[in-house]
């Protein structure tokens, strides 16, 4: 940062105390609301705007109405050491996504490498929240995501929805700042059409195919009777390698946890898919760090385009926000604090102060 600039927010323990103290409120045990909480907010933090506290409504009505569980454990539905699956019995899936990957990070350090499925998880948020409990280990990490019960995605030349946007994310550690990635195999995410849609505005390319099968950028294309659909990744010229993906993605986890589109709807939720490598069970640690520091260096040395300022890596922008926002406060999205309002309200929860504004120097 050039010179000196002043930025205000929420400091992030006070907003993880206060996701907390909202899913408490409404009877999720202290130990699953406190890591489902530090996940939305780290969401938030990395950048995620429609994954992290914006969905902490939903959680909440969730677990009033009974279609998220509130107590016990999952089940084991096998285990043979170096591989798993779960039912995840529809439990919070932020607690479920951090219980598998510690049990990964034991695992993976034991045999190598580490798998595990987890079929009926309710929703897990933003997958890029997760990788970095692996990465400080030294840990490759793969999270993928479907649900089963939702359909947005159109299959390459289809107009119809068939599969959600499918995420996948991987953790990837270096000698320094780890690569993090977190892309879906379609051109956008539900969220993001809704958040355009609520706020009356297009979204910045032709990302929808409407009901008739013709691109376009109007978020109200997917809301009409019959609807509209998210394009694969690849849009209408290369889409048939996202949708490829995305029933890579499909295969993963529904096919791998033997729960899907096969069964009965049972509400938004989640099939995933978790895999850790120990780079020390390969080629060994010093030349799984010396291959990825070349890499890095020569993404970073490489000369970049017309009005761009350098070349990133995948998840760089993410981890330098989340370091500034832990340092001056954590700025969320204008529609997140006015939906939890309500909430705050009927359980008496304090809603936090943002942070007086600190100044940021070139050395902050």
């Given at each position: 940062m050039n010179g000196a600039s002043t930025a205000g927010g929420y400091r992030a323990?006070?907003?993880?105390?206060?996701?907390?103290?909202?899913?408490?409120?409404?009877?999720l045990p202290q130990e699953k609301a406190s890591r489902t909480a530090e996940i939305l907010v780290e969401g938030d933090m990395l950048g995620h705007t429609t994954h992290g506290l914006a969905l902490l409504p939903g959680y909440l009505s969730a677990l009033q109405d009974g279609s998220m569980s509130k107590d016990g454990d999952h089940l084991v539905v096998a285990d043979s050491g170096a591989t798993a699956t779960w039912d995840g019995r529809r439990l919070p899936g932020p607690w479920l996504v951090s219980t598998g990957i510690e049990l990964g990070i034991a695992r993976a350090k034991m045999h190598g490498s580490f798998t595990l499925a987890i079929r009926r998880s309710h929703h897990i948020?933003?997958?890029?929240?997760?990788?970095?409990?692996?990465?400080?280990?030294?840990?490759?990490?793969?999270?993928?995501?479907?649900?089963?019960?939702?359909?947005?995605?159109?299959?390459f030349g289809g107009t119809r929805r068939m599969i959600t946007p499918n995420p996948l994310a991987a953790g990837i550690p270096t000698s320094g700042k780890p690569i993090l990635l977190d892309i879906s195999m379609s051109t956008t995410t539900n969220a993001m059409v809704?958040?355009?849609?609520?706020?009356?505005?297009?979204?910045?390319?032709?990302?929808?195919?409407?009901?008739?099968?013709?691109?376009?950028?109007?978020?109200?294309?997917?809301?009409?009777?019959?609807?509209?659909?998210?394009?694969?990744?690849?849009?209408?010229?290369?889409?048939?390698?996202?949708?490829g993906l995305g029933l890579l993605i499909e295969a993963l986890t529904s096919g791998l946890g033997g729960h899907g589109r096969a069964d009965p709807a049972e509400g938004w939720g989640a099939s995933v898919f978790i895999q850790l490598f120990d780079p020390t069970a390969f080629g060994g640690w010093?030349?799984?760090?010396?291959?990825?520091?070349?890499?890095?260096?020569?993404?970073?040395?490489n000369p970049p385009v017309p009005g761009n300022d350098k070349v990133r890596l995948p998840g760089e922008r993410g981890l330098d926000l989340k370091a500034r926002q832990l340092r001056s406060g954590v700025e969320l999205h204008a529609s997140i604090m006015p939906a939890l309002k309500t909430w705050a309200t009927k359980l008496w929860v304090q809603i936090p102060r943002i942070q007086e504004p600190i100044e940021l120097t070139e050395q902050s």
């Open positions: 323990a006070d907003l993880v105390g206060y996701a907390t103290e909202l899913l408490a409120g409404v009877g948020a933003c997958l890029a929240a997760y990788l970095q409990k692996a990465t400080d280990e030294g840990l490759v990490i793969l999270v993928a995501s479907s649900d089963p019960t939702v359909e947005s995605v159109a299959p809704t958040r355009a849609r609520n706020q009356g505005a297009a979204l910045p390319h032709s990302w929808l195919l409407d009901a008739d099968g013709t691109p376009t950028s109007d978020p109200g294309a997917f809301f009409t009777d019959p609807p509209g659909s998210i394009l694969p990744l690849g849009g209408t010229e290369l889409g048939y390698k996202g949708f010093d030349s799984f760090n010396r291959q990825l520091d070349v890499l890095a260096d020569r993404v970073r040395q």
